[in-house]
């Protein structure tokens, strides 16, 4: 399968701890997205990256959250100190290149978070 | 923040009825899209519309846009059971930056 992936699938933790996520994009989109969706809503943009450069970040949620994409293929989302309200399900995205392609986003099957 | 809302929130129809669902945004658009997502699962792209369209198909989809009202509705013609799943909008106001998704229509389709 050549989607999009996301690991892990599920993530149960305790509050104040840390957690990381990955995503894997289609290969050679290079265009990257995060969002966060919570129960009974469509999603909400967080940030996303055009190869390694993180080009939007104003709508992160928090200073607790950052994500990274080093060598412009995988990208993590790390929240530090986790609280209740971070329990979503967050999402990764990613984009071909391409004038007129870059539009469709191609959604990969997120990972649950809950935050005990 | 959502970007616009759907309506209604939840649909439910029996095998073989068309369901209409319908979006409407706030601000101007490039384009609009329609996904959907099958319960706890994903998001999967069906259908893009540009803001010089007004109508496009795809298979058993139909979708409209009006600029002027700020408003798009999909038409699933002769549903299926496994057409059951929650649809949302997703309107692009800056060619692939950000998508900014209204709170979706939970169709159900009973066999």
């Known amino acids: 399968d050549t989607g999009v992936s996301q690991n892990p699938r599920h993530k149960i933790t305790k509050r104040g701890q840390n957690v990381t996520f990955r995503c894997d994009p289609i290969?050679?989109?290079?265009?990257l997205y995060w969002y966060r969706q919570t129960l009974g809503q469509g999603p909400e943009f967080l940030t996303y990256?055009?190869?390694?450069?993180?080009?939007?970040k104003s709508r992160l949620l928090s200073d607790r959250f950052s994500a990274e994409r080093p060598k412009g293929s995988f990208s993590t989302l790390e929240i530090q100190r986790t609280e209740q309200g971070d329990s979503a399900m967050y999402l990764c995205a990613s984009s071909p290149r391409g004038r007129g392609q870059q539009e469709t986003q191609y959604f990969g099957p997120g990972t649950r978070l809950l935050v005990l | 923040s959502q970007q616009g809302e759907e309506d209604p929130q939840a649909l439910s129809i029996q095998e073989g009825e068309n369901a209409t669902m319908n979006c409407s945004y706030k601000t101007s658009i490039n384009n609009l899209q329609w996904y959907r997502q099958n319960s706890g699962r994903g998001l999967v792209h069906l259908i893009l519309?540009?803001?010089?369209?007004r109508e496009k198909h795809s298979g058993r989809l139909r979708v409209t846009l009006d600029t002027s009202k700020k408003s798009s509705s999909l038409l699933i013609t002769a549903s299926r059971a496994a057409d059951t799943a929650s649809y949302f909008c997703a309107t692009d106001n800056n060619a692939g930056n950000m998508l900014t998704f209204g709170g979706g229509t939970r169709l159900m389709v009973k066999p």
């Open positions: 519309i540009r803001s010089n369209e």
């Open positions: 290969s050679e989109h290079n265009r």
């Open positions: 990256f055009q190869n390694e450069a993180q080009l939007e």
